[in-house]
């Protein structure tokens, strides 16, 4: 929408004054790395990080949520939870903004999620444009999402002396209306931004040996292929993987009842379908049997059956599965490996 | 925390939204045991409603306390107004659970969910049923409204496995059926006893009593994964189309709502394009059968 200008030192005070409205969430480093984490000052936030274990999905579908508690004495009484906290995601890196963007339209489309949108919906989300590479797992230039044009309510450039600010939504407008002290950016900022967001893309490797709107295809033609089995072999099944995605949203329902027997509450929490009991059916007949073709179906969920079904890529290259696999197990190798298949086989 | 009005946020959901995973609770009617492992219960819904659903389609039933589990509903449209069935197996946490409940408590319900069978194509056609074994109670919910409507259909042929003579599920239905004029039952079972005068041998093997014309034939199966395959060349056999045979996959629906992921097979969520596919939707679907 606009471009503003947003002096550093006064990046502080505007985060202090959300502090009494909003729960204010983002990047604050723990044990030598990065975590998201809902913040009581704007010191601990570390807006240069570089990336984080859990994606901050966690915010907005988290790891364990109740559903509902129940009081089984009469009958059964349900009481739903209570509505979601206004919150503010700070220091989103782009990759992550993607996923949001992902995760808004699984969980709208058609049945609408009352519990993720009802917090969505409560969520304003300051996002920052990355400069240089988390790491060599990231591959985000691959994947297209090194930058995002939506997605966010604000957009935060690092300029050196001062944040460029891009409006995304109106909520974001108002937000920095009340809250911030800005001016308009001037040409001289622009040409600045202009610099900046030149000079980054170099920085940034393409780690796919081929474009990625042809990873779908690749998939489709590379069911059968042997690597499934190979990955199969590796795999142990821990389920890091997909409890680091930023895209992954499957879930579980449980419930817990306290001793007494008669209070309780439902549960969701996160599943894997890396894990061995996911697709089974009562009776134990299970619909994925082996790692292998578990592993396909991570895979193909995240290169096709997500996009197929919501057309937004299940993969933002964020690298977190890849960091996270005690055996190497990596989106870069195994999407680069099938294409190789292809190339060799003279299927390309 | 103090929030004021002016802040930025967006609407709340609407109430029905709210309300996606909180079950209504159901209060049950009667409960007929079947077998040693199957029950039919009766539920009425609060202020007489009706559930509303098609035959195919299931529910997701809440033993509070010990789960939720997706159970395909066993009453025809057009025979539950004001009630409709379940036919239950004892086989996991909430089919025990409510295996142990008794007239008059409640449970909860949230659905109808997913796509139940096309009943409206069957129309003017001969229809094939072969459920297998526990099978049979998500296909009596299509049988018995076809049967409602009988007028409107051709032949009426259902072929009927089970493993064992005690396993075979409503006993007297299946005697009401076999006297009508116009339905043609074949009975089968793995293992028959000292009392079972009739077919032995899987489900298949009833198939050689039977012609069908293939072009005016429409098939809907459901049993065991393992039924599927040999039920499917059977009706190849028969010269009936892809598109004319509707089988019913079960699948663990956690949510019912094309969220969770439990019920995805392939790129297709079985608890929205299904339970109920015609076998040309899936044949292409390698994790389907």
Known sequence: MSLHILKKEDLTEFLTKLLPDYRIAGPVEENGGFIFQEVSSPADLELEYTTTILPPKKFLLPTREVLFKFDNSNGGEIQPPPPAMPTIIFGMHTCDVHAVQLLDQVFSAGHTDPNYVGRRNQTLIISVECLSPCDAHSFCKSMDTLSADEGYDLHLTDLGDSYAVDIGTPAGQQLLEQYAQTSMATPDNVQRLNNVLGEKWPRFPYRLDFDVSDLPSLLNMTMKSPLWNELGERCLACAACTNVCPTCFCFDVRDEIELNLRHGQRVRVWDSCQLDEFATVAGGHNFRTSRALRQRHRFMRKGKYILDAHDYLGCVGCGRCARACLVDITPVGVFNELHRQLEVEGRL | ?289
């Open chain 2, 1 to 289: 925390m103090i929030i004021a009005a002016s802040h930025p946020t967006v609407a709340e959901p609407t109430l029905d939204e709210r309300q996606l995973y909180l079950p209504t609770f159901v209060r049950i009617l009667d409960i007929k045991p079947l077998t040693d492992l199957e029950k039919v219960f009766t539920f009425e819904l609060p202020n007489g409603r009706p559930l509303g659903h098609r035959p195919g389609q299931f529910i997701e039933v809440s033993v509070l306390g010990v789960g939720e589990a997706p159970i395909s509903i066993s009453s025809s449209p057009s025979r539950s107004n004001k009630s409709f069935e379940l036919c239950v197996r004892r086989v996991g946490d909430v089919t025990s659970a409510l295996h142990s409940l008794k007239p008059g408590d409640k449970v909860g319900i949230r659905g109808p969910f997913g796509r139940g069978f096309p009943f409206e194509k069957f129309r003017g056609k001969d229809l094939l049923f072969t459920p297998g074994g526990l099978g049979l109670a998500p296909l009596r919910s299509l049988i018995n409204q076809v049967i409602d409507e009988r007028a409107m259909f051709g032949r009426v042929v259902i072929l009927y496995g089970a493993r064992n003579p005690g396993e075979l599920l409503f006993k007297d239905e299946l005697k009401h059926w076999d006297e009508m004029e116009d339905v043609e039952l074949y009975l089968t079972v793995d293992r028959g006893d000292d009392s079972w005068t009739g077919n032995t041998g899987v489900i298949t093997t009833l198939f050689r009593h039977i012609s069908v014309y293939p072009r005016n034939t429409v098939a809907a199966t459901c049993g065991p994964p393992i039924m599927y395959r040999f039920v499917l060349m059977e009706l190849f056999g028969k010269g009936i189309s892809e598109g004319n045979i509707w089988l019913s996959l079960e699948r663990r629906m956690k949510c019912g709502v094309g969220k969770c992921g439990h019920c995805q097979i392939n790129n297709v969520y079985a608890c929205q394009s299904g339970p109920v596919f015609s076998y040309k939707e899936i044949k292409g679907l390698e994790e389907a059968l």
